[in-house]
């Protein structure tokens, strides 16, 4: 299936833990995002990347570092984790060019405890 | 700095009735406009984009850019139309951020 995929879906974890989700896809675009949704399920950006720059949006802990092994992949690595991070993470993906749709992971359900 | 606003959080039509999704934007370029949808349990997808001007499952949305509005309408809703709605505003640049809207959940009552 050509899409965008996330493991683990659900990671419930402690606080002060690091930890990292997975992103991948198989599309072939050139821009890869991180979105955080939390309980009020407001939808907001984190990190948008591809191989030429990465925007990070300034709200963003630096906690929190995206890694990118290749243009297929994009992964989110959390540090010293807190309450406040416990959200739902989308990644997506998007070719390059105007007007054009981004497509969404399933997202990883993420609870600190 | 670009701002999408969706004044209703929660939103219920009977089915077979008009609903009008609203969505407010500022930006100080030129917009590019979106709404995405989440149905339950789904991940978010696509629904339609301005420069379309498509109708999905119905829907259309027009961009007005004197009264900074993109209202998400339908003329009749169905029980399927039930979900999760976001506006959101592409930014300019190399690497196209979306800004969401706070989301409008959708129920269509039988």
């Known amino acids: 299936d050509t899409a965008v995929s996330q493991t683990p879906k659900y990671l419930v974890t402690q606080m002060g833990n690091d930890k990292s989700i997975k992103c991948e896809q198989n599309?072939?675009?050139?821009?890869m995002y991180w979105y955080k949704q939390d309980s009020k399920k407001f939808l907001k950006i984190m990190f948008s990347?591809?191989?030429?720059?990465?925007?990070i949006n300034e709200t963003v802990p630096n906690r929190f570092s995206p890694k990118s092994p290749d243009k297929a992949h994009l992964n989110l690595h959390i540090n010293s984790l807190e309450l406040g991070d416990s959200a739902v993470y989308f990644c997506?993906?998007?070719?390059?060019?105007?007007?054009?749709?981004?497509?969404f992971g399933p997202g990883t359900r993420l609870t600190v405890l | 700095a670009q701002r999408v606003t969706q004044p209703e959080k929660l939103l219920s039509v009977f089915k077979g009735a008009p609903v009008e999704l609203k969505c407010n934007y500022s930006?100080?370029?030129?917009?590019?406009l979106f709404w995405y949808v989440q149905y339950s349990r789904q991940r978010l997808q696509l629904l339609l984009r301005?420069?379309s001007r498509e109708s999905i499952k119905g829907f259309t949305a027009d961009l007005n850019k004197g009264e900074t509005s993109f209202h998400l309408k339908k003329p009749f809703a169905q029980e399927e139309d039930s979900a999760m709605y976001y506006c959101?505003?592409?930014?300019?640049?190399?690497?196209?951020?979306?800004?969401f809207g706070s989301g409008t959940q959708l129920t269509v009552l039988p």
């Open positions: 301005h420069i």
């Open positions: 959101a505003l592409s930014t300019s640049g190399s690497a196209r951020q979306l800004t």
């Open positions: 599309l072939g675009h050139d821009t």
């Open positions: 990347y591809n191989n030429k720059e990465l925007i």
């Open positions: 930006y100080s370029g030129s917009p590019e």
């Open positions: 997506a993906s998007s070719p390059a060019g105007l007007y054009n749709e981004q497509f």
